[in-house]
């Protein structure tokens, strides 16, 4: 099993990312390096085929009845005053699936962080992944100079997508989880506000329901010294995010939606309030984000809440193999 689903990771992300990074592929799945480079069928492994040589590859992994659509980037129009934006995003798996994975990336994050996950799912059946990129980020466009990033846009975007792409049949609901890291955790938590059960469940990567005020000042000032501003500029050209977007993440009105504040930080409880669906939290054990004082105080205020550790991790939790099986067994899969 764990040799079939090393092999799914590796063509699929060598088939986006090309030949030189598939390789990492084998530790963002917890498996251990071997001589064993051949495929499932005993070919030459992909990671030695030219592009055109691995699209058959795909094709035949689709062909023998894993999916029926491999991972592949479509655009969304959204109305944007006298013009229209777009928001690209990527999808796999059955396209008639009653079970639906809605992945919402960080602040400097792109769909393709999500391309493990994709690959993952492409062993299960009535199954459909989809993975965004947030304005100004990836393949999205930009907005415009006049206009500013901030959280009530993103969410704005995010719904309109779900109800043009993803609750589009009113007679046969899917059932929607929604996977968001860090930032994609937070809006995950509002979407619960405009949809409520129409959200089977969310999953928090590495974002509880309080954000400790001294970990946001570190963030801050890391992206503001001038080591911590060139990584980041330098981490915005290889990712394509618009560097608009790292200036007014720093900005007091970019977090515009409602929240309670306290001497501690930020809180979020507000946000899931009314929400009655599931709710579930992968965390690194190392991570300065979410600490382990604040995974407890979500399980106290969320008795069934489902919680992951990746003990070694930081912030925020990769998408290893256990990581996958988690969000595998929270959706019913």
């Known amino acids: ?55 058959p590859r795909i094709r035949n992994l689709v062909d023998k009845g894993a999916v029926s659509t491999a991972p592949e980037t479509r655009y969304f129009e959204i109305p944007d005053d006298d013009k229209t934006r777009k928001i690209a995003y990527t999808i796999s798996g059955d396209m008639d699936a009653e079970n639906i994975l809605l992945c919402l990336p960080g602040l400097l994050e792109t769909k393709k962080t999500f391309l ?40 704005s975007d995010i719904s309109q997508f779900i109800r043009g792409i993803i609750l589009i049949n009113d007679k046969v609901p899917p059932k929607l989880t929604i996977l968001g890291t860090s930032m994609g955790g937070v809006l995950a938590m509002y979407l619960t506000q405009i949809f409520g059960k129409k959200i089977y469940e969310i999953i928090l990567n590495d974002i509880a329901l309080t954000v400790n005020w001294t970990s946001l000042y570190s963030l801050y000032k890391s992206m503001k010294n001038e080591l911590g501003f060139r990584e980041a500029r330098q981490l915005a050209q290889d990712l394509k995010v618009d560097e608009r977007a790292i200036s007014d993440v720093q900005s007091p009105g970019h977090f515009d939606l409602s929240y309670r504040a306290d001497v501690w930080g930020m809180n979020f409880h507000e946000a899931l309030e009314s929400y009655k669906g599931r709710v579930g939290l992968i965390y690194g054990g190392q991570s300065k984000i979410c600490t382990q004082q604040r995974v407890e105080e979500a399980k106290s205020i969320i008795p069934k809440l489902s919680t992951f550790e990746v003990a070694d991790s930081g912030h925020p939790a990769p998408f290893n193999l256990l990581v996958c099986e988690f969000i595998q067994s929270e959706m019913g899969v």
């Open 116 to 155: 493990v996950i994709h690959a993952y799912f492409l062993k299960f059946q009535n199954c459909k992944v989809i993975s965004i990129d947030l304005s100004g980020r990836g393949e999205s466009d930009h907005l415009d100079d006049i206009d500013v990033y901030k959280m009530s846009s993103y969410l």
């Open 1 to 55: 099993m764990k040799r079939d689903i090393f092999d799914l990771l590796r063509r699929i992300k060598a088939d986006f990312f090309g030949e030189h990074q598939a390789s990492s592929v084998r530790h963002q799945a917890g498996l251990t390096p071997n001589d064993d480079d051949c495929d499932a069928e005993g070919l030459e492994s992909p990671l030695t085929l030219t592009p055109a040589e691995k699209a």
